[in-house]
């Protein structure tokens, strides 16, 4: 698994922890990364990410909940709600191609939460990247 697939896991479940348990961005990334020996590279791309969607994430649910039509945010599964703030947020940086953060953001989401999620994820974020 490369460095950047895996940040964006430890930042996907930091972002959930952090949603779940009401605790700081930096305590969930503590969290995830505590007594697992990841490369510097991986953790300091984790960091960003997470901090970065966690500090945004007042802007992006509203992409969200513009974006999904009929389907409050508070509908919205954590984990999937986790995966798209992440998205958006990377997107909102602007370093990275759109079709790896789209497919990314897939990928996790079928491993994190169900082939329907991945779907809707995938026009999500198929829609926002057309609109800008």
Do not use: C, H
Request: aromatic letters at 6%.
């Amino acid at each position: 698994m490369g460095k950047r697939n895996t940040a964006r896991r430890l930042a996907v479940q930091a972002l959930y922890q952090a949603d779940l348990s009401n605790e700081p961005i930096e305590r969930a990334l503590e969290n995830v990364v505590e007594g697992e020996d990841y490369i510097p590279e991986t953790s300091s791309f984790a960091t960003q990410l997470a901090k970065s969607a966690w500090d945004k994430r007042d802007e992006t649910d509203s992409i969200i909940t513009k974006m999904a039509i009929d389907w409050p945010l508070d509908r919205i599964g954590k984990v999937d709600r986790a995966i798209l703030r992440l998205s958006l947020s990377e997107i909102a940086i602007g370093e990275t191609p759109l079709s790896v953060i789209i497919n990314e953001a897939v990928e996790l989401a079928k491993k994190y939460s169900s082939p329907e999620a991945a779907k809707f994820i995938n026009g999500i974020l198929g829609a926002y990247v057309r609109k800008i």
